[in-house]
């Protein structure tokens, strides 16, 4: 009996697909019925493509489809000796400070007291904008630290000027020198001066 019923199901699956096949010859089902839907004779006009429709508001990058490996980041950094060397040369442009006597290239200024003329420099505006307030400042404007006076012969000069007074002592590398205006005219030559002084 258990063998019995493998071959009914078979035989009954080839009947179904004789029969299948036998009206699907003599056109049973139709067609016509297959899908159903309601024809409308209407032209539809293919809408057009546009790049804003997908894009919008945005705009698009130029993103690397594949990364970088390690030798060729390392070809473009070092070079390579077949083509390009870039040998890592040692620095000879490095000279020491006088005034510090930290390191700095030859022909730029030393970043150690670019930073202590920085920060005095920001004391020195905290001190005008409390004093003066933050309008324009038509006038010069005179900087005294702790201990120092306005000479007297020449009042006519500081006449009109503001004066600041700093709470503290002038350090050693501000040079008093500041305080009065260059007497040297400003040099009218066109040629262009070296960069590479030390």
Known sequence: MIKMIPRVSTLMNVLKNLERCFLSSLGHPPREFAVAYVYEEKQITPKKFSLKDIVGDGFLLAVPKFRRTVEKRLTRKF???????????????????????????RGRLCEHCYKRVEEETKLIQTQIKHKLGSGP??????????????????????????????????????????????????????????????
């Open 137 to 198: 400042i038509q006038n010069d404007v005179i900087v005294l630290y702790k201990g120092e006076n306005l000479p007297e012969k020449a009042q006519e000069f500081w006449k009109g000027k503001r004066v600041i007074e700093m709470k503290k002592e002038r350090p050693q590398w501000f040079s008093k020198n500041l305080l009065q205006k260059s007497t040297q005219q400003p040099s009218k030559a066109t040629d262009v001066k070296p960069t590479d002084l030390a």
């Open 79 to 105: 070079g390579s000796p077949d083509y390009h060397w870039k040998m890592l040369v040692p620095q000879t442009n490095i000279k020491v400070c006088h005034e510090c006597g930290h390191h700095h290239e």
